[in-house]
């Protein structure tokens, strides 16, 4: 999709971070957009900066852990805007924790936004793309989807479903004219770090209290956000990649060297998880230390 001018856009997760960069920067493409979160008063502010644009947009509550809500948004998208060119899945939750702290409800909730999402859009969208044979899915994966990575498992797992689904995607609906891309970002500067949620074993809760618990891990998060690449800059890669109708869209070529290591060197792939692993506790544990707790001490086993 090299011309975006005049399109129509469909995005979910747009109040904040990647969802918002893309609305706006989409906008100044030309493109019309429909957008979409359930936090209603940060939707619309973005969407008063895309009407100061000069572009068209309309906005709307959508939970994406309910069909109904994609059912109700869908059918609002095509009385306004007809047919969708661009269907851009963006939304996304990360909760953090050790496996043994993290429960099923957590693993739920997960899954529910960063995949089921992906599938309610799919039931109510794709359908009138084949219809008319045309259309480009974007799916905002993760780098954690393409590597067992030191994030929280519910997230990664999440995430690989979400590069599996699109592959498969890309794979069968090439013949009906529909092209499907999986954006797979590193650390970006988002609102997914301030949201977060990190479960604590209830021994270290006892020890340690939930509040200064909270206080340490937002602590953490935020140097991680320090890190991070700005949305607005990522954003610009992605649209490229999306106007080359690419596959896989990164935003550093890091990803595609361990994707290489993966497939070339499974052997040294597996030290790269390995020591990727152990980098990530020591951090984790001078982390802590600052704040004269051992989380040595609270790991599994």
């Known amino acids: ?52 644009l000069g572009a068209t947009v309309y906005s709307g509550l959508c939970d994406v852990t309910r069909i109904d809500h994609f059912k109700s948004i869908s059918n609002e998208f095509f009385s306004k805007l007809g047919h969708i060119d661009l269907l851009l899945n963006n ?25 089921w999402s992906v599938i309610h859009s799919l039931e109510v969208f794709l359908p009138k793309m084949l219809e008319r044979r045309s259309g480009h899915i974007v799916n905002v994966a993760s780098g954690a989807g393409i590597v067992g990575s ?46 977060a949620k990190i479960k604590y074993s209830k021994e270290l809760i006892n020890d340690v209290g939930q509040e200064k618990l909270n206080e340490i891990s937002r602590d953490l998060l935020k140097d991680m956000q320090s890190k991070a690449m700005l949305p607005d800059r990522a954003v610009k890669k992605y649209i490229k990649g999306i106007k080359e109708d690419q596959l896989y869209i990164y935003d550093t070529k890091a990803m595609l060297g361990i994707l290489t290591l993966k497939g070339t060197n499974p052997h040294q792939y597996e030290t790269f998880l390995k020591e990727n692993s152990k980098n990530s506790e020591k951090t984790t544990r001078a982390h802590y230390l600052k704040y004269g707790i051992d989380i040595e001490k609270y790991r599994i086993g």
């Open 1 to 52: 999709m090299k011309n975006l001018n005049n399109k129509n856009c469909f995005i979910t997760g747009a109040a904040n971070g990647i969802g918002k960069s893309f609305a706006l920067a989409l906008a100044r493409e030309g493109m019309n957009l429909f957008i979409t979160d359930i936090d209603l008063e940060s939707l619309e502010r973005v969407k008063n900066e895309i009407e100061d």
């Open 91 to 115: 939304a996304g939750i990360a909760i953090g924790g050790s496996i043994l702290d993290i429960t099923l409800d957590d693993w739920k909730q997960v899954l529910d936004v960063n995949l």
């Open 150 to 195: 030191t994030e929280p498992l519910p997230y990664v797992t999440s995430k690989f479903a979400v590069v599996g689904l699109s592959e498969t995607l890309f794979g069968q609906l090439n013949s009906y004219g529909i092209k499907v891309s999986v954006i797979v970002p590193t650390y970006i500067r988002t609102t997914i770090f301030d949201k």
